[in-house]
């Protein structure tokens, strides 16, 4: 009997070790920072009020989601936001406009962005201040799979 249990757990323990393996098993160059990269402006409009551009580069092959990505609600919008009063009620201009697909197995349109895309938005700063920080949350995905959503922080000042 004891030699049946010691073959189980020999045989099983390969089947364990795997399983273990996570989203750390994602090799580093397939990482989100590395299909995506971001840059960052703000130029003064009037008085403090300032305009504020997100520009992604997006890898051959990959995409990122819009801001309403659509779809059934499974998948991941890219979301920008800002620290310390920053944020207007403006609504955010994308260029170029998201390209619009319908996937078998999500319900609804999906909205997506490939190659380069410029999210841009009025913001008023506080009284004697340049600069703006926040964050992006986004997902890069290819035809295969998505990989984990990333967060980038930024902190650009204006440029007079």
């Known amino acids: 009997m004891k030699h049946i249990v010691w073959i189980a757990v020999l045989l099983l323990l390969p089947v364990w070790g795997f399983s273990q393996i996570g989203l750390d098993a994602i090799p580093r160059e397939l ?3 590395k299909m995506v990269s971001w840059k960052f402006s703000l130029k003064p409009v009037e ?3 300032y305009l504020f551009t997100a520009t992604a580069v997006i890898e051959k092959g990959y ?3 819009h801001l309403d990505a659509g779809g059934d609600g499974t ?3 890219t ?3 800002f620290n310390g009063g920053t944020d207007t009620d403006e609504e955010w ?3 170029p406009a998201p390209r619009v697909i319908q996937l078998d197995i999500i319900e609804g349109d999906i909205y ?3 190659k380069t895309v410029s999210f841009s938005k009025a913001v008023e700063l506080p009284e004697g201040t340049d600069d703006v920080s926040g964050s992006v949350s986004y997902q890069v995905c290819n035809e295969e799979k998505c990989l984990p959503p990333a967060t980038v922080d930024f ?3 204006a440029r007079q």
């Open 79 to 81: 979301e920008i936001t």
């Open 31 to 33: 990482s989100a920072n």
């Open 112 to 114: 997506w962005h490939e």
């Open 75 to 77: 998948l991941i919008n």
């Open 63 to 65: 995409h990122i989601f």
């Open 93 to 95: 201009s994308v260029t």
């Open 47 to 49: 008085g403090n009020v």
């Open 155 to 157: 902190r650009v000042t």
